[in-house]
T-cell receptor, first 116, second 112 residues
Framework: GAGVSQTPSNKVTEKGKYVELRCDPI?????LYWYRQSLGQGPEFLIY????????DSGLPNDRFFAVRPEGSVSTLKIQRTERGDSAVYLC??????????????FGEGSRLTVL | DQQVKQNSPSLSVQEGRISILNCDYT??????FLWYKKYPAEGPTFLIS?????DKNEDGRFTVFLNKSAKHLSLHIVPSQPGDSAVYFC???????????FGKGITLSVRP
């Protein structure tokens, strides 16, 4: 498709389980971002990739969260030993470079994670 | 400490009237300010942006005003339409690292 694609759209898991969320950015976009949106809040920055490398991972809340982008395209956000507080919508965004001339990021529809 | 603040959680306006959505920020390093619109179960979609060196940017019914001395920006929608009903997020880009910082959002309801 032409837009940012995220899978799964919904994930329900039990506390303590491992979860992977996938993001397929717009073709040719070198920058990729992960955000997390909790109920009643705005999107909160997690990590930013420029190509294959994580240029800024300062938003990852703890070492249970990890993200990779091995070939500079698809990215996977990995959450170990999930906790109920991890329940949120995880948003992926991409841009041609570091936001280009307007700062605009193109967002996917998100993956809603529910930890029971 | 919130660097981008949207202090009003909701706004209701009559169709055809003007909607004014406000946003305040604290970080002087922000170089771009953006507004995103979000419908339920969808990702945020870009609406309009403004560079920190400008004070106004207009696109159709949408105009964003920036007051750097007050660290304040606003989005004007005129005339408002029922299809504008959504959550609107103000966001700001840090020129040093390109990531966006978002406000909490404001829910706009446009009454027919």
């Amino acid at each position: 498709g032409a837009g940012v694609s995220q899978t799964p759209s919904n994930k329900v898991t039990e506390k303590g389980k491992y979860v992977e969320l996938r993001c397929d950015p717009i073709s040719g976009h070198t920058a990729l971002y992960w955000y997390r949106q909790s109920l009643g809040q705005g999107p909160e920055f997690l990590i930013y990739f420029q190509g294959t490398g994580a240029a800024d991972d300062s938003g990852l809340p703890n070492d249970r969260f990890f993200a990779v982008r091995p070939e500079g395209s698809v990215s996977t956000l990995k959450i170990q030993r999930t906790e109920r507080g991890d329940s949120a919508v995880y948003l992926c965004a991409s841009s041609p470079s570091s936001g280009g001339n307007t700062g605009e990021l193109f967002f996917g529809e998100g993956s809603r994670l529910t930890v029971l | 400490d919130q660097q981008v603040k949207q202090n009003s959680p909701s706004l209701s306006v009559q169709e055809g009237r003007i909607s004014i959505l406000n946003c305040d920020y604290t970080n002087s390093m922000f170089d771009y300010f953006l507004w995103y619109k979000k419908y339920p179960a969808e990702g945020p979609t870009f609406l309009i942006s403004i560079s920190s060196i400008k004070d106004k940017n207009e696109d159709g019914r949408f105009t964003v005003f920036l007051n750097k001395s007050a660290k304040h920006l606003s989005l004007h929608i005129v005339p408002s339409q029922p299809g504008d009903s959504a959550v609107y997020f103000c966001a700001a880009r840090d020129g040093a690292n390109s990531k966006l910082t978002f406000g909490k959002g404001i829910t706009l309801s446009v009454r027919p």
